[in-house]
């Protein structure tokens, strides 16, 4: 059963012209790390998945039996059934009727329940986050694939959120977002409906390894700063937050208010406002 799964999952890829692992973005050689949703994710999924199948299961069981219950007492109708080249007129009763549509219906179930299971699994697997020593990439969907791409140059901040059901399951969020991100609004991450992130968003759903993720971050945009890459000016005030920017904070105010003290000086000279001394000269 494995391997009937890894020829479809590969398949799927092909067919969807995704590669399995994406392409990694900009760094240099041996930096990347990748990393994946957490084993319980999949398993929440999963048993969503069961939920849904039992639901149709009940359904299906209370449909059929409150129609034949209401048909059993309904006599047979006639149908004109055309053949190649004759027909005949024969009797059907309802009952037969609500016998082939359970049968069609149990087919279009068995079909769909393995079809539904691989789906979830393939977008478990096609979820991928990748991070080198000059930027991230995120990787999410199956039949829309959506890519995302941030340079530490201009990351402005990094939260880890935590909903209730992620709590139980040891799962949490990273959020990266770079300059011109803003706070984007946000769902929970097994909620329906379109998210509120926007392209400067980078989220990095339902990992296990949260504050990992969050430390390697941080860990190359100090890396990236002590190199020198990247415009010192365009720093924003949320990297202060991170503390990559606290002692050059300290020496621009040093700078600061000796270049004050200078100007001060100068005002003395030039409008000749010195004080007078206490010997009276």
Known sequence: MIGSYVMVRNWLAEVLR??????PPLGSEGSLKVFRSGWNYYRLRVG????????LVV???VVMALA???LSNVPPVHLKIHLWVFRWVQDVSYIWLLGVAKTVAAILALIQAPISWAAIRLEYEFRCYLVTDRSLRIREGLATIREITLSFANVQQISVEQGPIQRLLGLSDVVVTSAGGGSAPSKGSHGSGARGD???VARFRD???AEEIRGLVIARLRSLKDAGLGDSDDRHPGM???GIEGDLGSARLAAAQKVLAECRSLRLVLFNDRPVSQSGK
């Not at 995704?18 to 392409?23: E, I, R």
């Not at 969503?48 to 639901?55: K, N, S």
């Open 198 to 200: 926007s392209n400067h």
């Open 68 to 70: 034949h219950k209401l």
């Open 59 to 61: 359904g299906f069981v």
């Open 240 to 242: 202060v937050s991170l």
């Open 18 to 23: 995704v590669p399995f692992d994406p392409h």
């Open 207 to 209: 990992v296990e390894n």
């Open 48 to 55: 969503f998945w069961v939920l849904r199948q039992i639901g």
